[in-house]
């Protein structure tokens, strides 16, 4: 029943409700898009993800090595992990993909054997991760410590981008690897060997999201302009009574006169007596009995 009587209110309404409609639309445009000089352009909403998963490994790989032990090589791993993250290594991942070091956020893994107070991010480490999330070229490391394996997932508002970032992780590891052995003129058989285990495979992570949101934007601003216009047409309305309500009570009461009986002293109403004088030739035609009876209403 109520939501009837909110429906015939709202039907009352229809030029405010038409206004209402403008405004939500103009909301969800701008949820999706913003305004670049004269024009408008699409926000960057969806984005996709890619990943892939490279070997810490020896010359002579270990896979098929009995007589070498995984455990040097995981540790090893965790490190690469962590050191993927650096500024040094993400300027050679920009390079093979045309971005600038400082373009690219990474996260390195967190080492579960660390307190917790040094797992959780401080308060500089959180702005500066949350200034990160806003980054469309993202890149995060992970690894098994019982494993020589390093986890990449790469992100980028397109899949093309996002398999390409994730295969220059690769690259730039083994580059940056490489230029370090050969500057510090390790042996061949003592270097290390980065192998990616397969090419970067990717895809769209949050398809639609520009239209989902575009509707769900829409929606809750034209409900919020329908409570707005039902509170105010309610304000206006008791403003309204409670002004004719003032008026009345500064109007003067009209009371009736009243006069006082001389015998009981009782208050009686008066009330005016309205005569019509009749021609005398008019009054021959009257009866007596009449004559009589109008005598005695005016004595009353």
């Known amino acids: ?3 009837a009587l909110v429906l015939r209110e709202l039907s009352r309404r229809k030029i405010l409700l038409l206004v209402g409609v403008l405004v939500a639309a103009a909301a969800a445009v701008f949820s999706v898009y913003r305004v670049d000089g004269s024009s408008l352009e699409s926000r960057s909403l969806q ?8 070997l810490v490994d020896s010359p002579k790989s270990v896979l098929g090595n009995l007589s070498q032990s995984f455990e040097p090589l995981s540790i090893r791993a965790s490190v690469y992990a962590n050191f993927m993250a650096s500024p040094a290594v993400l300027a050679v991942i920009g390079q093979h993909v045309g971005l600038s ?28 991760e949350i200034t990160g999330e806003t980054n469309p070229y993202r890149l995060e490391f992970s690894n098994n410590t019982s494993q020589p394996t390093i986890n990449i997932y790469a992100q980028a508002p397109k899949t093309s981008q996002a398999i390409a970032l994730a ?10 690897v490489a ?37 769900i934007v829409f929606v809750m601003v034209f409900l919020l302009w329908c409570v707005l216009v039902l509170v105010g047409s309610r304000f206006v309305e008791i403003w309204r009574t409670s002004g004719s309500l003032d008026t009345r ?15 009981g002293g009782a208050p009686t109403p008066s009330y005016d007596l309205h005569t019509t ?13 009449e004559l009589m009876l109008g005598a005695g209403r005016s004595l009353r």
């Open 277 to 289: 004088d009749v021609p005398a030739t008019q009054m021959r035609d009257v009866p007596s009995d």
């Open 101 to 128: 070091g400082g373009q690219i956020y990474a996260a390195g893994p967190v080492n579960p054997q660390q307190p917790r107070v040094v797992q959780e991010p401080t308060a500089l480490k959180r702005n500066i």
């Open 249 to 263: 009570e500064d109007a003067p009461a009209e009371t009736p006169q009243t006069s006082v009986d001389g015998a």
């Open 47 to 54: 984005y996709s993800s890619a990943n892939t998963q490279v």
């Open 167 to 176: 295969n220059a992780a690769v690259v730039g590891l083994q580059s940056y």
């Open 179 to 215: 230029g370090l052995q050969r500057t510090s003129g390790t042996p061949s058989a003592a270097r290390v060997t980065i192998r990616q285990l397969g090419p970067a495979i990717g895809g769209v992570v949050n398809g639609g999201i520009s239209k989902a949101l575009a509707a």
């Open 1 to 3: 029943m109520e939501f």
